[in-house]
């Protein structure tokens, strides 16, 4: 664990395990913002750990007819289960699975990130680690979070166990976000490489989750419902864990126990959308055009129980509850974030900016006011992020005292249209251009309301990682790009390169990002807007 400013967890202690202080004394006027909304941060990851959950969710009842009971539907065993997983969080839902299944579990195989079990010995994570005895066979693989051949060859194991179940026999499926790439099964003739290189054209162009994952089912044996058809005649029972804006159950991971929505027109709308229909590859055109013109019967779902047991939401609700026992007026403004990041970011700027002018004890504000709540109301419904309401969020802030801190929580995932060739990540690249944004504001006329309050934004990815970086995410204060130029940096040079990671790890000895290790955990990410006055 690295500590990277006063306030963190000292070295060899999780960064996600509960602190020893108590609300009191995380409420001191000694914390800064930045304290808190790591606190906030830390309790959210923490709500959402696979072992908790999975033990809140699966319940063995053993005796003369034992049974084991999944969010409350029971299903007899007949020490004929099995069990496989695939995805970022898998290997410590597996560790809590057998702990509760004990000797009635036959066998297993999971396809975790390549390096995570080295990674968690290393840090001290062992809970989330299997015991050596243990029946799971354990397969590494998706480097960078990508398809390999490591990960197909787990693939092709988990296929094949699948395969030979009977009817008596009950399979444990295991899903988290990275199941994807974790899961890779191409279509003959596709190959690993093609569609490894579809899948990384997408991802650069800006591709949502929806959309990666739409094509990905398209050209798997396995995702789309192919593992359960796989499985069959065998009761498939699916635990989730949500990585996926609306939980929809077959996107996660491609959804492998789930019928597909989607047709292969969609396919086809997506590719043509991205301007990739002329450079397909011969097999991946010959696999979706066959996939048109074939007429496959209507498969068989009734075998599988597909079970969502933790997602961004739940996370968000214990943040909140934290922020609120710490006397935070405090909102949870959406789980659905979506969009390219400079947009949210701008959507973040106007908020914050609002909310200050709201409160505001300034003559002549109003039309000033009035021109950033029409911005607003205009890009909130440009993005259309579901659930999120700006009036709704006004008229709570209408209670807002002075002397009130506020805190807007948020959850998603944004997209990054890369143009450079930099390193970094959504949640960086989110924060830095929240804090230009901010910077920006406060060089206009007008601007200088915001002096009056201080302001934190926190963007973190609840897995710990945030692109090919060691940072879950970062934050800023509205003082920080003031901060950087007078040391010479430029922020749009960062910025145009897509080089967030770059310029926080060179900027103030790395004291804005936010490092947690591997957390075991995957529900997208968490956004933080932390607003109080300036004492005097």
């Known amino acids: 664990m690295v500590s990277v400013f006063k306030g963190w967890p000292v070295a060899g202690r999780a960064f996600w395990q509960p602190t020893s202080h108590s609300t009191s004394e995380a409420s001191s006027l000694s914390m800064s913002l930045q304290e808190h909304g790591l606190h906030f941060f830390r309790s959210a990851v923490a709500r959402v750990l696979p072992g908790p959950m999975l033990k809140r969710a699966l319940v063995l ?79 590494e693989g998706a480097k960078h979070n990508l398809p390999d051949r490591a990960a197909m060859k787990a693939a092709s194991a988990i296929r094949n166990l699948a395969k030979c179940l009977m009817a008596e026999d009950l399979l444990l499926v295991l899903i988290s976000g990275g199941g994807s790439a974790l899961l890779p099964a ?75 929505s989607h047709s292969t027109q969609d396919c086809f709308q997506i590719l043509a959308k991205y301007d990739m229909l002329n450079t397909l590859p011969e097999s991946v055109q010959s696999v979706l055009s066959g996939s048109v013109t074939g007429c496959a019967t209507p498969k068989d779902y009734s075998h599988v129980f597909n079970v969502v047991i933790g997602s961004n939401r739940l996370a968000l ?73 700006c009036m709704e969020t006004l008229k709570t802030l209408q209670e807002f005292q002075v002397e009130r801190p506020v805190c807007l929580l948020a959850g998603g995932e944004t997209t990054v249209q890369l143009q ?19 910077h920006k504001t406060k060089s206009t006329e007008g601007g200088s309301f915001l002096e009056k309050y201080e302001v934190v934004f926190l963007s973190g990815g609840t897995d710990g990682q945030d692109g090919p970086t060691e940072a879950a995410g970062a934050f800023c204060s509205q003082e920080m790009v003031a901060e950087a130029e007078r040391e010479g940096f430029s922020i749009e040079t960062f910025l145009r390169n897509n080089d967030s990671y770059t310029f926080f790890t060179q900027f103030q000895s790395r004291r804005h990002l936010l490092i947690t290790g591997l957390t075991g955990t995957n529900v997208m990410d968490i956004h933080a807007v932390l607003i109080r006055a300036r004492s005097g």
């Open 186 to 260: 191409p279509i003959p003739p596709v190959t690993l490489k093609e569609k490894e290189t579809i899948t990384k054209m997408l991802a650069s162009k800006g591709a949502t989750i929806q959309e990666l994952n739409t094509i990905r089912k398209a050209l798997s044996l396995l995702k789309g419902g192919g593992l359960a058809q796989a499985a069959y005649p065998a009761q498939v029972l699916s635990l989730i864990l949500s990585d996926v804006i609306g939980d929809p159950l077959d996107i996660i991971a491609s959804g492998p126990t789930v019928a597909s």
């Open 420 to 438: 450079g060739n930099g390193k970094g990540g959504r949640n960086q690249e989110l924060v830095l251009r929240v804090a230009m944004e901010l």
């Open 61 to 139: 009842e053993p005796g003369g007819c034992p049974r084991l009971v999944l969010h409350g539907q029971p299903f007899e065993l007949r020490r004929n289960l099995y069990l496989v997983g695939f995805g970022k969080a898998v290997l410590g839902m597996a560790a809590a699975a057998e702990d509760i299944l004990g000797d009635y579990l036959s066998r297993g195989i999971i396809s975790v990130p390549q390096g995570i079990q080295e990674t968690l010995q290393h840090t001290g994570r062992r809970v989330i680690l299997l015991k050596p005895q243990s029946r799971i066979q354990v397969m």
């Open 317 to 389: 609700e214990e943040a909140k509850s934290q922020a609120e026992n710490l006397g935070y007026l405090t909102m949870v403004l959406s789980d659905a974030v979506c969009g390219e990041v400079s947009t949210v970011a701008h959507l973040y700027s106007l908020l914050i900016q609002l909310i200050c002018l709201s409160v505001t004890r300034v003559s002549g504000i109003d039309p000033l006011k009035d021109k950033v709540k029409a911005a607003l109301f205009n890009l909130e419904a440009q993005l259309a992020i579901p659930g999120l309401s």
